[in-house]
């Protein structure tokens, strides 16, 4: 009778996440632990379906057309955990896409032509922690409202100015972690003010994948990381380099 009672009470487990898994749009997988990914990525979309399961924790939706992020965009998936819009051609967004996101960790809104933000739209993410966007769009971000960025430890970004990163960065205070940069050169030179930003954060990766010339860089503002990579660089001068590397020396360096 017990054996009995186990195999309906998984059966009806089984049978509950399966009905939950029904997607006429989207692929969707289970994973352990309650993970269920909505895998929209490539089907032509021009909004959020909203026929993924309710309680979806990745969405992913790059390589669509949705070109607007409507207010309450996502506010059927308030499970969500990581979001992909990559490549959307989104240009526009309303002032609250991001309604009932409050479960969020990860979200990459990279390479979609929005050049500004109108609102601050980041303000319900308060677990926000692994953003990937274009240096243009998070300095675009309201200063009145960089505290929204606070939580944030790792950015993975490119583009933006050819020689200093913006100010938006003093905000993020709980920044460990940055990735700059893809295949072009997206820092041209880097320079004494290069890292001014950095000054008061405890930053420990650093890691720019592309960067064309490089001349005497003060790092002084860089002292807390523990790991520093430039590569792909077209122009290093050792000679003005070296000297600059006593602010990390007696660091376990990776």
């Known amino acids: ?41 490539s089907r032509g979309l021009k ?5 993924c399961p309710g309680n ?8 669509n057309n949705l070109h607007l992020l409507n207010n309450d965009a ?16 989104i240009s526009k967004t309303g002032e609250t896409p991001f309604t009932k996101l409050d479960l969020l960790r990860e979200l990459n ?16 993410l308060v677990t926000l922690q692994n953003l990937w966007i274009s240096h243009d769009l998070l300095a675009a971000y309201p200063e009145q409202s960089w505290i929204d960025l606070s939580k944030i430890t790792h950015v993975f970004t490119n583009g933006g ?4 990163l ?18 072009s050169c997206d820092i041209q030179i880097l320079h004494n003010f290069t890292f001014e930003a950095f000054t008061n954060i405890s930053i420990k990766t650093l890691i720019f994948a592309s960067t064309c010339q ?17 590569s792909h660089q077209g122009k290093m001068h050792m000679s003005n380099m070296l000297p600059v590397f006593h602010v990390f020396k007696d660091h376990k360096m990776e």
């Open 74 to 89: 996502f506010i059927h998936f308030p499970k969500l955990q990581y979001l992909n819009v990559e490549n959307c051609n």
């Open 56 to 63: 979806t924790t990745q969405l992913i939706m790059t390589g």
């Open 161 to 164: 100015p050819t020689e200093i």
């Open 1 to 41: 009778m017990f054996y009995l009672s186990l195999f309906v009470t998984l059966f009806a487990v089984y049978l509950s996440h399966a009905l939950c898994l029904e997607s006429k749009l989207c692929n969707v997988s289970f994973i352990m632990d309650d993970d269920i990914i909505c895998d929209c990525s």
């Open 109 to 124: 809104i990279k390479n979609n032509p929005l050049s500004a933000f109108q609102w601050n739209i980041f303000t319900p």
């Open 214 to 230: 490089i001349y005497f860089v003060e790092f002084l503002p860089l002292q807390s990381v523990s790991k520093f990579s430039i």
């Open 166 to 183: 913006g100010n938006v960065f003093t905000a993020m205070g709980s920044l460990i972690y940055l990735y700059y940069g893809e295949e």
């Open 47 to 51: 909004s959020i379906p909203r026929d």
